[in-house]
């Protein structure tokens, strides 16, 4: 069989050509191929891989594959491909398993891969702050400084917003119990604590692994893939100095504040369901929200929040110094930045709430 390819094969007519051939190894058994290129008057890589496609469909038919009247100028398109390239296994290849024990088995071991990925960046995390505090003047504190307002700042209306409606729902939800044995005044009590001791570092360490967190590792891994970390490590940098720092240091600055911005919302959610549906007076609530409120409460909230800080920047940094590959590589590195970070987030909420009970 003689087939004969005429005018342009490039990348806007690829699509059709390889459907062409698809049909052409579907409907026919011929013993041998032969391309008649005589009238191809021109051809782009796009075109040269498409012609290789040919080949190989032919390869694995068991057709010896010939060409006829090929100029120099597609000769020499076709020249460009590198064959023992296109040979090698792609640089990530599909996973396949083909047993349920088998996937359990890559598991653990990615698992254990991704453990030992964020100690080691840990370690180096914790003795490059070390140096930093040491040295204050190797710190880019401009770079700290912008972090701060775009992770603390700008995160202002969010978190106030999100506080005020669980104060809301929470002194609500909790009233339509306790006004059935009278107990309407409790409410301000039940709202405090659980906005000062939980909900508040917790709700706002979650905002800001989503805000935040997601952020450092797109902005870390974007530079991974158009090779700015290279060069700057090229340079001399030490990139966990230059990029990790002032994000570690920004956040565990910056989200302590928020937390106590997010306790007072809180509260004031839980006061206007007081005020305006259980007839307390603001006295009244506010007396018995301070009552139960203990200083200690405050002080660990505060020191939690700092943990969620460096837990949520941590981890972002890190998924970014992961990347490689694309933007699909980016994006993924995103979401596991800020999956990771909420689960850290819980893990440590739940340890500390075990250490402080027995403390």
């Known amino acids: ?136 003047r190797s710190v880019r504190w401009s770079e700290v400084t912008f972090y701060m307002k775009k992770a603390g700042i700008e995160a202002l209306p969010i978190v106030g917003l999100i506080s005020v409606l669980i104060g809301l729902i929470i002194a609500f939800m909790s009233s339509l119990q306790l006004k059935q044995f009278g107990a309407n005044m409790y409410v301000a009590a039940l709202v405090g604590i659980s906005i000062v001791k939980e909900l508040g570092p917790m709700m706002t360490a979650i905002i800001v692994a989503g805000r935040s967190g997601s952020a450092f590792a797109a902005e870390i891994g974007t530079m991974m893939v158009n090779e700015e970390v290279d060069a700057l490590v090229t340079m001399g940098f030490n990139p966990i100095q230059f990029l990790a720092v002032p994000k570690v240091m920004a956040a565990m600055v910056v989200v302590p504040l928020l937390t106590l911005y997010a306790m007072m919302f809180g509260i004031l959610g839980g006061l206007v369901v007081g005020v305006t549906g ?16 203990h200083l200690r409460d405050l002080i660990t909230s505060l020191v939690k929040s700092g943990v969620f800080a460096a837990l949520i920047a941590g981890i972002g940094c890190q998924r970014g110094f992961q990347v490689s590959g694309g933007a699909e590589a980016v994006g993924e590195a995103t979401t596991s930045a800020v999956v990771s970070a909420i689960f850290l987030i819980v893990a440590a909420d739940s340890a500390f709430a075990v250490v402080l009970h027995y403390l």
Do not use: W
């Open 278 to 293: 259980l007839d307390l007076t603001l006295y009244t609530y506010l007396n018995q929200t301070f009552e139960n409120i």
């Open 1 to 136: 069989m003689t087939v004969t390819i005429s005018g342009r094969l490039s990348i806007s007519s690829v699509r059709s050509f390889l459907a062409d051939t698809k049909t052409l190894f579907d409907t026919a058994s011929p013993s041998a191929l032969t391309v008649d290129v005589t009238d191809l008057k021109s051809i782009d890589s796009a075109g040269a891989l498409a012609m290789l496609e040919l080949e190989e469909r032919a390869r694995k038919a068991s057709l010896p594959v010939s060409y006829t009247g090929m100029s120099h100028e597609v000769r020499s398109v076709m020249d460009l491909i590198d064959r023992k390239a296109l040979a090698h296994p792609p640089i990530h290849p599909e996973k396949t398993v083909s047993s349920f024990f088998e996937g359990v088995g890559e598991g653990c071991v990615d698992l254990y891969r991704d453990f030992v990925a964020v100690m080691t960046f840990l370690g180096d995390l914790i003795i490059t702050l070390g140096r930093s505090f040491a040295h204050p």
